[in-house]
């Protein structure tokens, strides 16, 4: 396996990327389970109003960042709903990204995880008694058997 994850890791993003920036915008406009549960006991026109009848909806209020950049999936100012929806999804994906890259950033391994000495000069794995390891041994200094610590 490699060890450079980048290729692995720029291809997610860009998947990412393309089905929040493009596919996004085909997703069904019909309201999801939690809304239409909401919405049992009332009639709606084709507009999705509430028109008659007594349900839960009706007593749901505008969240306190509704009038945010980003609130409705879609970006304030920009006219082109199709347009508005793909830079949105776009840019969740990139504060996700880097939300995430940067957890892992502060939460990585800074040193040998099982404890093995590593010489400074070329990076290659040392018994505690200073010989280099060779072969298996260094390609195995890590490993452990199951249920060991």
């Not at 291809?11 to 085909?26: E, F, K």
């Not at 509704?66 to 840019?91: C, E, H, K, M, W």
Request: proline share 7%; net charge neutral; hydrophobic share 40%.
């Amino acid at each position: 396996m490699s060890k450079r994850p980048w290729p692995f890791i720029l291809g997610g993003l860009l998947v990412a990327l393309l089905l929040a920036g493009v596919v996004s915008n085909y997703a069904s406009s019909h309201p999801d389970g939690l809304d239409s549960s909401l919405l049992k006991g009332c009639t709606v026109n084709a507009e999705d109003e509430i028109t008659g009848g007594s349900c839960p909806a009706q007593q749901a209020k505008d969240h306190e960042l509704a009038d945010s950049p980003l609130a409705d999936y879609g970006v304030r100012g920009v006219g082109n709903g199709f347009l508005s929806t793909g830079i949105s999804g776009v840019i969740g994906v990139l504060l996700t990204f880097a939300l995430g890259g940067g957890l892992f950033w502060l939460a990585r391994r800074r040193g040998p995880a099982n404890g093995a000495l590593t010489d400074p000069a070329n990076g290659v794995p040392t018994d505690p008694a200073g010989g280099a390891r060779t072969g298996s041994a260094a390609r195995d200094a890590g490993a452990r058997p199951a249920g060991t610590r």
